[in-house]
């Protein structure tokens, strides 16, 4: 019986340390991904899989959420406890996240990379956009750019793209006289707020948001013009009917379709443009210039970022900066459709084609000035989603572009002030 | 024979209004695999066409193979039949003592049930979650089956409280005082009046807890646990819906609900005999 | 599960034994659904509910300062909450009384056995098992003039001057998801009407008919009396639902064109998770609440004097 016991317990703490044993050699990292498509996840399984063999006893599990529910997921995960280690972070989410005092300062972690060195300057300057450290490390840029429709402006006898916004207003008239087609693909539903910012500063002559007292720059003339020209361009019929409710696939499927001819859009829609269409059949030009000669196409990004609460830093810290080397972003960035964030990115092949033209030439042009968001104020998010409803009541002719303006405005210059209170 | 004129007239509307309802149930449902056999480059420009021009089946094959719907699909099935299964054992149990018995407390049972339908879930998804997370029983199917037998009983409860109230009482007081237990006679004499009731309990609860998406959603990590309405989501990327492939995903996920609705169906008709209400 | 107790020795103790037992009884049946809902739904349903007294951080909702009624006084001014009422009770009136007539129209021609009756039971039940967002998707896709039928069909019929999206228009936007939820509601009127049907004993019919009493009268001294249980409940639960349903409407319009189709539910979740203010969400919540109590109250007096008859 003494001798029954003594084996059983022998075993057990052999069984115990063995196990603990184990779990000591092995590290569990959680990566979430939430913009996901199953070209990405692949991608991404496999740079994961490169740094998994780096560090043997590291072991990464990649919960991927539905873009769709995504925020939802990821904010009902936090806070109920089952915080990832390492999250990829879109560039609206950031002043939220950062300033619930989540994300791990990666400033320290960036200076002492080997590739540190080699990230354009804009890389860092995105990523410290809230709270002036920077929170994530972005892995590239969403810029905007013009997609056309070569065979549909052929048709219309359209010569050659627009350059300006009047020859854009004009292109898109002449299209939408062909039977069934339309000019503009307008995003009037989710996330259309970047196309309003973008044409009232191109009109404007400029993209500072604020003045210097602080006001915002939403209300005066020029910008009311970039506002009206939209609605111009919806009241008049150069955007389909439909597209006061459109959001961004119901865009990018209109121009696939050739439903409509331009569409304003990021790299990423290059993707699914380019699986669709024929390469000869459409090509990308930089933002329509206002009269000043300028246009202030968006740029915005996304990155990965780890959570302060994260058991393994080191472990967390080096996948990120795995993810990040100028190879596996390039790869990343490639499969991913956004610009690269190291310096020289344009000289390879893949980014140097008739497409990605449109969107080279406006980082390269001195026309073009890439114009940041104002993501770091608090409320962003909520004026995002005000400004679907109050813009498609413009669209939809029940309110003046004078009004809307001023509503955005004074919204606007709140956020601001309250922000400025704080810094 | 007049009567039997207007008997056929009577028959052939009838007909006539039931191959409305059909086409009314099913046009959508052509719809949807009418895309799911429909080529992706010609989703778009054929899309109003009744009838594709060219017929592919690649959808299925890669929604089959490639991707791990059947995986998604036994989890599904796993987790809607043991919902199904649980949910109407606690709510047959619940809605005969709410039908039968008068006793202190019968409002606010009542009442707390109702309100649980009345509440917004995505409010409460929060502590929910770290409920489960307390109870380890986050990414398991065993978490998912109690949170939506927790959310259906009471709609459950309700609906077999007004069968069992179409049932006269004393039914099982006649068979209780031949010496009976009330259990017994809940056994014996009332169940099989109940098995419409029960099939259309079944039938209600297998279909929502087969195309749950927010618990699920919200629940579920891994691929392996997976539902097949979460798996449905993965077709709609931030960049494109993969249409051809939803739909066959879709159609496909049709496929139980509707032998499960076959299968019960005949319970669901099952006509009470006229002598059951005599002695 | 029986409490079968052998008679024992006393009657005064057998007496009360007795009588524990009959004040038991229902509590027995009813346990583990108390349990179960207690456990899964109650506590989180506290937690919810105490949100609307607070103020809440999106992402560290366990931490929060208390702000009493401030979020209830919210209410009364916010223009969009007072729109959103109204547009929940159109929605939900619309989509109600169209499936449930046409629910209880399928369960009266179902009542009587005919050739392929399970076949085409089998079939009409179908649009209960399409998850709401796939429904949800594919009417939008019936509805978008590009690639579906529907606007091409009522153009023809003469009822749109040319092929639009009704969706587009704030004015009809919101009937493009009430067809959408009455098509995925009529099987659940009627699967459970026709269940209720059934259970009615055909002897009865049969009595009224050698009486002399026509159709209607059948109809409405038997068939009425007897479904009304069912009816009652039927009715509240899918009210209760469908208000609080805002799948369908998210996925086909977002809740607009310009806020003509947000529903209180679909208010909620965008005030929750895209303004992030969960305490101002969960006072609108409470409010619906209240309403959709005080309507669950009036339907069961409803029944019970539909139900005197029984």
Not at chain 1, 217 to 223: A, T, V
Not at chain 1, 384 to 406: C, F, P, V
Not at chain 2, 153 to 167: C, H, K, N, R, Y
């Given at each position: 019986?003494?001798?029954?016991?003594?084996?059983?317990?022998?075993?057990?703490?052999?069984?115990?340390?063995?196990?603990?044993?184990?779990?000591?050699?092995?590290?569990?990292?959680?990566?979430?991904?939430?913009?996901?498509?199953?070209?990405?996840?692949?991608?991404?399984?496999?740079?994961?899989?490169?740094?998994?063999?780096?560090?043997?006893?590291?072991?990464?599990?990649?919960?991927?959420?539905?873009?769709?529910?995504?925020?939802?997921?990821?904010?009902?995960?936090?806070?109920?406890?089952?915080?990832?280690?390492?999250?990829?972070?879109?560039?609206?989410?950031?002043?939220?996240?950062?300033?619930?005092?989540?994300?791990?300062?990666?400033?320290?972690?960036?200076?002492?990379?080997?590739?540190?060195?080699?990230?354009?300057?804009?890389?860092?300057?995105?990523?410290?956009?809230?709270?002036?450290?920077?929170?994530?490390?972005?892995?590239?840029?969403?810029?905007?750019?013009?997609?056309?429709?070569?065979?549909?402006?052929?048709?219309?006898?359209?010569?050659?793209?627009?350059?300006?916004?009047?020859?854009?207003?004009?292109?898109?008239?002449?299209?939408?006289?062909?039977?069934?087609?339309?000019?503009?693909?307008?995003?009037?539903?989710?996330?259309?707020?970047?196309?309003?910012?973008?044409?009232?500063?191109?009109?404007?002559?400029?993209?500072?948001?604020?003045?210097?007292?602080?006001?915002?720059?939403?209300?005066?003339?020029?910008?009311?013009?970039?506002?009206?020209?939209?609605?111009?361009?919806?009241?008049?019929?150069?955007?389909?009917?439909?597209?006061?409710?459109?959001?961004?696939?119901?865009?990018?499927?209109?121009?696939?379709?050739?439903?409509?001819?331009?569409?304003?859009?990021?790299?990423?829609?290059?993707?699914?443009?380019?699986?669709?269409?024929?390469?000869?059949?459409?090509?990308?030009?930089?933002?329509?210039?206002?009269?000043?000669?300028?246009?202030?196409?968006?740029?915005?990004?996304?990155?990965?970022?780890?959570?302060?609460?994260?058991?393994?830093?080191?472990?967390?810290?080096?996948?990120?900066?795995?993810?990040?080397?100028?190879?596996?972003?390039?790869?990343?960035?490639?499969?991913?459709?956004?610009?690269?964030?190291?310096?020289?990115?344009?000289?390879?092949?893949?980014?140097?084609?008739?497409?990605?033209?449109?969107?080279?030439?406006?980082?390269?042009?001195?026309?073009?000035?890439?114009?940041?968001?104002?993501?770091?104020?608090?409320?962003?998010?909520?004026?995002?989603?005000?400004?679907?409803?109050?813009?498609?009541?413009?669209?939809?002719?029940?309110?003046?572009?004078?009004?809307?303006?001023?509503?955005?405005?004074?919204?606007?210059?709140?956020?601001?002030?309250?922000?400025?209170?704080?810094? | 024979?007049?009567?039997?004129?207007?008997?056929?007239?009577?028959?052939?509307?009838?007909?006539?209004?039931?191959?409305?309802?059909?086409?009314?149930?099913?046009?959508?449902?052509?719809?949807?695999?009418?895309?799911?056999?429909?080529?992706?480059?010609?989703?778009?420009?054929?899309?109003?066409?009744?009838?594709?021009?060219?017929?592919?089946?690649?959808?299925?094959?890669?929604?089959?193979?490639?991707?791990?719907?059947?995986?998604?699909?036994?989890?599904?099935?796993?987790?809607?039949?043991?919902?199904?299964?649980?949910?109407?054992?606690?709510?047959?149990?619940?809605?005969?003592?709410?039908?039968?018995?008068?006793?202190?407390?019968?409002?606010?049972?009542?009442?707390?049930?109702?309100?649980?339908?009345?509440?917004?879930?995505?409010?409460?998804?929060?502590?929910?979650?770290?409920?489960?997370?307390?109870?380890?029983?986050?990414?398991?199917?065993?978490?998912?089956?109690?949170?939506?037998?927790?959310?259906?009983?009471?709609?459950?409860?309700?609906?077999?409280?007004?069968?069992?109230?179409?049932?006269?009482?004393?039914?099982?007081?006649?068979?209780?005082?031949?010496?009976?237990?009330?259990?017994?006679?809940?056994?014996?004499?009332?169940?099989?009046?109940?098995?419409?009731?029960?099939?259309?309990?079944?039938?209600?609860?297998?279909?929502?807890?087969?195309?749950?998406?927010?618990?699920?959603?919200?629940?579920?990590?891994?691929?392996?646990?997976?539902?097949?309405?979460?798996?449905?989501?993965?077709?709609?990327?931030?960049?494109?819906?993969?249409?051809?492939?939803?739909?066959?995903?879709?159609?496909?996920?049709?496929?139980?609900?509707?032998?499960?609705?076959?299968?019960?169906?005949?319970?669901?008709?099952?006509?009470?005999?006229?002598?059951?209400?005599?002695? | 599960?029986?409490?079968?107790?052998?008679?024992?020795?006393?009657?005064?103790?057998?007496?009360?034994?007795?009588?524990?037992?009959?004040?038991?009884?229902?509590?027995?049946?009813?346990?583990?659904?108390?349990?179960?809902?207690?456990?899964?739904?109650?506590?989180?349903?506290?937690?919810?509910?105490?949100?609307?007294?607070?103020?809440?951080?999106?992402?560290?909702?366990?931490?929060?300062?208390?702000?009493?009624?401030?979020?209830?006084?919210?209410?009364?001014?916010?223009?969009?909450?007072?729109?959103?009422?109204?547009?929940?009770?159109?929605?939900?009136?619309?989509?109600?009384?169209?499936?449930?007539?046409?629910?209880?129209?399928?369960?009266?021609?179902?009542?009587?056995?005919?050739?392929?009756?399970?076949?085409?039971?089998?079939?009409?039940?179908?649009?209960?098992?399409?998850?709401?967002?796939?429904?949800?998707?594919?009417?939008?896709?019936?509805?978008?003039?590009?690639?579906?039928?529907?606007?091409?069909?009522?153009?023809?019929?003469?009822?749109?001057?040319?092929?639009?999206?009704?969706?587009?228009?704030?004015?009809?936007?919101?009937?493009?998801?009430?067809?959408?939820?009455?098509?995925?509601?009529?099987?659940?009127?009627?699967?459970?009407?026709?269940?209720?049907?059934?259970?009615?004993?055909?002897?009865?019919?049969?009595?009224?008919?050698?009486?002399?009493?026509?159709?209607?009268?059948?109809?409405?001294?038997?068939?009425?009396?007897?479904?009304?249980?069912?009816?009652?409940?039927?009715?509240?639960?899918?009210?209760?639902?469908?208000?609080?349903?805002?799948?369908?409407?998210?996925?086909?319009?977002?809740?607009?064109?310009?806020?003509?189709?947000?529903?209180?539910?679909?208010?909620?979740?965008t005030t929750a998770f895209r303004r992030l203010d969960f305490g101002y969400a969960s006072a609108i919540a409470i409010a619906l609440l209240v309403l959709l109590l005080a309507y669950a109250l009036l339907i069961m007096q409803m029944r019970k004097h539909l139900v005197k008859g029984i």
């Open positions: 019986m003494k001798n029954l016991f003594r084996t059983v317990a022998t075993s057990a703490i052999l069984a115990a340390t063995l196990s603990a044993g184990a779990a000591l050699a092995e590290t569990k990292l959680k990566l979430v991904e939430v913009i996901t498509s199953p070209a990405r996840t692949e991608t991404l399984t496999a740079l994961v899989a490169e740094y998994e063999a780096n560090n043997p006893d590291v072991d990464v599990e990649i919960v991927s959420l539905p873009w769709g529910e995504a925020f939802e997921k990821l904010s009902t995960m936090v806070a109920g406890g089952e915080i990832p280690d390492v999250v990829e972070m879109p560039d609206s989410w950031l002043a939220l996240y950062a300033g619930n005092d989540l994300l791990l300062d990666l400033e320290d972690s960036i200076a002492s990379w080997e590739h540190g060195g080699t990230l354009a300057q804009k890389t860092l300057d995105m990523g410290r956009l809230a709270g002036g450290k920077a929170y994530t490390l972005p892995y590239g840029f969403y810029l905007r750019a013009m997609f056309y429709n070569k065979k549909l402006l052929a048709e219309a006898g359209v010569a050659n793209p627009p350059h300006t916004m009047a020859e854009f207003m004009d292109a898109s008239a002449k299209v939408s006289a062909l039977p069934g087609k339309s000019g503009y693909c307008l995003r009037g539903g989710g996330g259309g707020l970047n196309g309003w910012i973008m044409y009232a500063a191109t009109m404007n002559g400029s993209n500072e948001f604020f003045t210097e007292d602080g006001k915002s720059r939403l209300n005066e003339p020029g910008s009311i013009e970039g506002i009206q020209f939209l609605m111009d361009m919806y009241q008049k019929g150069y955007a389909p009917k439909d597209s006061v409710n459109w959001g961004f696939n119901e865009i990018v499927a209109g121009f696939y379709s050739g439903t409509c001819a331009f569409l304003d859009q990021d790299p990423d829609a290059l993707i699914s443009v380019a699986e669709r269409m024929d390469a000869a059949d459409f090509a990308v030009t930089p933002m329509p210039v206002g009269p000043s000669g300028k246009a202030f196409p968006t740029i915005g990004f996304a990155g990965w970022s780890v959570f302060k609460s994260t058991e393994h830093q080191a472990e967390a810290i080096g996948l990120v900066q795995h993810l990040s080397t100028p190879a596996s972003n390039l790869t990343w960035t490639k499969r991913v459709g956004v610009i690269p964030i190291h310096k020289g990115a344009e000289q390879d092949s893949h980014f140097a084609t008739e497409q990605y033209k449109g969107w080279f030439d406006t980082l390269n042009g001195d026309e073009y000035t890439p114009t940041i968001m104002p993501i770091y104020l608090k409320n962003f998010g909520v004026f995002k989603e005000l400004a679907i409803s109050s813009s498609q009541e413009a669209l939809l002719g029940s309110r003046t572009a004078e009004d809307l303006a001023n509503e955005w405005a004074d919204f606007l210059t709140k956020e601001y002030q309250d922000w400025k209170n704080t810094q | 024979m007049p009567s039997k004129v207007n008997f056929t007239i009577a028959g052939a509307l009838r007909y006539f209004a039931i191959a409305l309802y059909v086409l009314f149930a099913l046009f959508p449902i052509y719809w949807l695999v009418k895309i799911a056999v429909t080529p992706d480059r010609l989703i778009y420009t054929e899309g109003t066409n009744i009838w594709p021009s060219a017929f592919t089946l690649d959808n299925f094959r890669s929604v089959l193979f490639l991707t791990d719907f059947l995986v998604y699909f036994k989890n599904s099935l796993i987790v809607s039949f043991g919902t199904a299964f649980f949910t109407t054992i606690i709510a047959t149990a619940a809605g005969y003592a709410f039908s039968r018995f008068h006793f202190r407390g019968k409002v606010v049972v009542i009442s707390v049930m109702l309100i649980t339908q009345m509440f917004p879930l995505l409010m409460i998804i929060a502590p929910i979650y770290k409920i489960m997370a307390g109870l380890h029983l986050l990414d398991s199917l065993v978490g998912l089956i109690i949170v939506y037998t927790a959310f259906n009983v009471p709609f459950a409860t309700f609906l077999m409280q007004s069968f069992f109230d179409g049932i006269p009482k004393d039914l099982e007081e006649a068979a209780m005082i031949d010496g009976c237990t009330r259990f017994q006679a809940l056994r014996r004499v009332i169940f099989p009046l109940t098995l419409p009731g029960l099939a259309a309990t079944l039938g209600f609860i297998f279909t929502a807890a087969w195309s749950e998406l927010l618990f699920a959603l919200m629940l579920i990590n891994s691929n392996e646990n997976m539902t097949f309405p979460v798996g449905l989501k993965t077709f709609v990327s931030k960049f494109a819906v993969d249409w051809g492939q939803m739909m066959a995903a879709g159609t496909l996920a049709l496929i139980p609900s509707c032998l499960f609705f076959i299968l019960i169906q005949r319970f669901l008709v099952q006509g009470l005999t006229a002598g059951a209400v005599k002695g | 599960m029986t409490l079968a107790l052998s008679p024992s020795p006393g009657k005064s103790r057998e007496k009360s034994l007795k009588k524990l037992k009959w004040l038991l009884e229902p509590y027995l049946y009813l346990s583990p659904a108390i349990i179960l809902i207690t456990l899964v739904m109650l506590v989180p349903l506290v937690v919810g509910i105490s949100y609307a007294f607070q103020s809440i951080s999106l992402l560290n909702p366990f931490q929060t300062g208390w702000v009493g009624l401030a979020n209830f006084e919210k209410l009364f001014s916010d223009r969009l909450f007072w729109k959103a009422l109204t547009n929940t009770a159109w929605w939900t009136i619309g989509s109600l009384v169209f499936q449930f007539f046409l629910g209880l129209g399928l369960a009266l021609l179902l009542n009587k056995p005919f050739a392929g009756r399970g076949l085409v039971q089998g079939l009409v039940f179908l649009p209960w098992a399409v998850p709401a967002f796939l429904s949800g998707l594919n009417w939008a896709w019936l509805f978008n003039p590009i690639i579906g039928p529907i606007p091409h069909w009522l153009a023809a019929i003469g009822l749109m001057d040319e092929p639009t999206n009704i969706m587009a228009d704030p004015n009809v936007a919101m009937w493009g998801p009430i067809i959408a939820n009455v098509w995925f509601g009529i099987p659940f009127f009627a699967i459970t009407l026709l269940a209720a049907l059934q259970s009615i004993p055909k002897d009865l019919y049969e009595a009224a008919a050698i009486d002399g009493a026509s159709a209607w009268q059948s109809f409405a001294k038997i068939t009425i009396p007897f479904l009304a249980p069912t009816i009652a409940i039927t009715v509240m639960l899918r009210t209760i639902w469908i208000a609080n349903f805002a799948d369908l409407i998210y996925i086909m319009t977002g809740g607009g064109p310009a806020n003509s189709t947000h529903i209180i539910s679909s208010y909620i979740f």
